[in-house]
T-cell receptor, first 109, second 115 residues
């Protein structure tokens, strides 16, 4: 059974600071997705990582994938309040996405 | 707006009842996926349909069933409802059969409360 672990699960950070969210998974997969969810809302696709070494950036967020280490990271640069949300990584298992528990991010002044 | 629509947005019902959740995928998408999100279980995959056929099953209870119609919309039927079925139910769609080459796009969800 594919297991996806995110850490930290809760993160409070100050505006302007940098931080990284980690996503580890238990079995081989070369397809990993990052989603954002605002409270009470749906999931918004952020990044699709389809190969080892893939790196994608959008604004203050950058995601990377190391399939050999079974690790993806979501790096936040110079955080702003608008980034406060829950971030999920999801690993494709052959027929469905397996989600981590999510990282609840709160950016404070 | 992802282009995936779900109805109803909210549903309140009693234990033992049956409800139907509806989903319309993005235009051009052939695959529909159903997920359940709850505080204790997180986001769990339930079932996938591709172009009208069941493609994969996840942690879907026997009391739950789904189908995809010729116009590609999908319905998730939940019967003999229990308190523990209270959750947010998401539908997602993708253009291919497995979401291999792109993201699955999620609808706004149906929040089900079983009393």
């Amino acid at each position: 059974e594919l297991k996806v672990e995110q850490n930290p699960l809760f993160l409070s950070m100050q505006e302007g600071k940098n931080y990284t969210i980690y996503c580890n998974y238990s079995t081989t997969s070369d397809r990993l997705y990052w989603y954002r969810q605002d409270p009470g809302k749906s999931l918004e696709s952020l990044f699709v990582l389809l190969s080892n070494g893939a790196v994608k950036q959008e604004g203050r967020l950058m995601a990377s994938l190391d399939t050999k280490a079974r690790l993806s990271t979501l790096h936040i640069t110079a955080a702003v309040h608008d980034l406060s949300a829950t971030y999920f990584c999801a690993v494709y298992s052959g027929y469905a996405l397996n989600f981590g528990k999510g990282t609840s991010l709160l950016v404070t002044p | 707006d992802s282009g995936v629509t779900q109805t109803p947005k909210h549903l309140i019902t009693a234990t033992g009842q049956r409800v139907t959740l509806r989903c319309s995928p993005r235009s051009g998408d052939l695959s529909v996926y159903w997920y359940q999100q709850s505080l204790d279980q997180g986001l769990q995959f339930l079932i996938q349909y591709y172009n009208g056929e069941e493609r994969a099953k996840g942690n879907i209870l026997e009391r739950f069933s789904a189908q995809q119609f010729p116009d590609l919309h999908s319905e998730l039927n939940l019967s003999s409802l229990e308190l523990g079925d209270s959750a947010l139910y998401f539908c997602a769609s993708s253009v291919d059969s497995g979401g291999n080459f792109g993201a699955q796009y999620f609808g706004p969800g149906t929040r089900l409360l079983v009393l």
